[in-house]
């Protein structure tokens, strides 16, 4: 599966779905197409892609389904929802929209473009809790968040791993294709962030070898 449809695969059984930065809005059409949800809420911080996927809404019939507002990030939203996808941005961006006041919803669904690690550690220390990852190749790799709002706090080992995608042996060609990058730059580094980045590279290594074993 590509990265959309993973997405709308963890969305299955939902009522309202708020899809902040929809863009074009492709995953709420196909959640709505595949009847994985009721109703969808579209917001972006532009209004260009917006009147776009309007006409194409009512190309395809769902103007009945899928509303569209603009707004930044939760500013806007006055509707309800259960669940809250925030994708195909960076983590600071993420972080951003999540420290403003919103209603909460079941879950999050997160997949950053970049800055995984500190999303994850942002989520342990802000009460939210990572209950599954997903990891999809799509030119390069993504992993996809499923979050609700309740404390967990993650370890440094699960911050940097998973704390589910290190259960998964389907993450070994990720974990093998992290450790190269870091094994790449380790040595040029000063003493303090060596050591952090040795510990990283002994997290990876350990990880393959116990999803090799199991």
Same mark, same amino acid.
Request: charged share 25%.
């Given at each position: @599966? ?13 009522? %309202?779905?708020?899809?902040? !930065?929809?863009? &074009? ?7 709505? $197409? ?5 109703? !969808?809420? !579209? ?9 776009? %996927? ?6 395809? !019939? ?7 507002? $603009? ?12 669940? /809250? ?7 600071? @961006? ?6 403003? +006041? &919103?209603? %909460? ?6 997949? +950053?473009? &970049? ?31 499923? /979050?609700?709002?309740?404390?967990? $706090? ?12 290190? %259960?998964?042996?389907?993450?070994? +060609? ?6 190269? $990058? ?5 040595? &040029? ?7 952090? /980045? ?17």
């Amino acid at each position: @599966m590509n990265r959309i449809d993973s997405i709308v695969e963890l969305l299955k059984g939902a009522d %309202t779905v708020l899809d902040i !930065g929809t863009d &074009h809005g492709l995953v709420l059409i196909e959640a709505i $197409q595949k009847a994985y949800i009721k109703k !969808g809420i !579209g917001s972006d911080i532009n209004q260009a892609p917006l009147n776009e %996927t309007q006409k194409h809404l009512t190309e395809l !019939g769902l103007t009945d389904k899928i509303t569209l507002i $603009q707004s930044d990030g939760f500013e806007n939203i006055k509707a309800a929802y259960d669940v /809250v996808v925030i994708t195909g941005m960076g983590y600071k @961006m993420m972080k951003q929209i999540l420290s403003k +006041p &919103h209603q %909460t919803p079941n879950y999050y669904v997160f997949s +950053p473009h &970049h800055e995984l690690e500190e999303l994850r550690a942002y989520l342990s220390n802000h009460g939210y809790e990572i209950i599954d990852e997903e990891l999809v190749y799509e030119k390069k790799p993504y992993v996809l968040l499923k /979050v609700i709002k309740r404390f967990k $706090q993650l370890t440094q080992e699960e911050i940097v791993l998973g704390p589910i995608l290190k %259960t998964k042996k389907a993450a070994i +060609p990720y974990y093998e294709s992290k450790l190269n $990058q870091k094994l790449s730059y380790v040595n &040029h580094l000063d003493i303090v962030e060596r050591k952090r /980045v040795e510990k990283e590279i002994n997290f990876y290594k350990d990880a393959i070898r116990n999803l090799s074993q199991a």
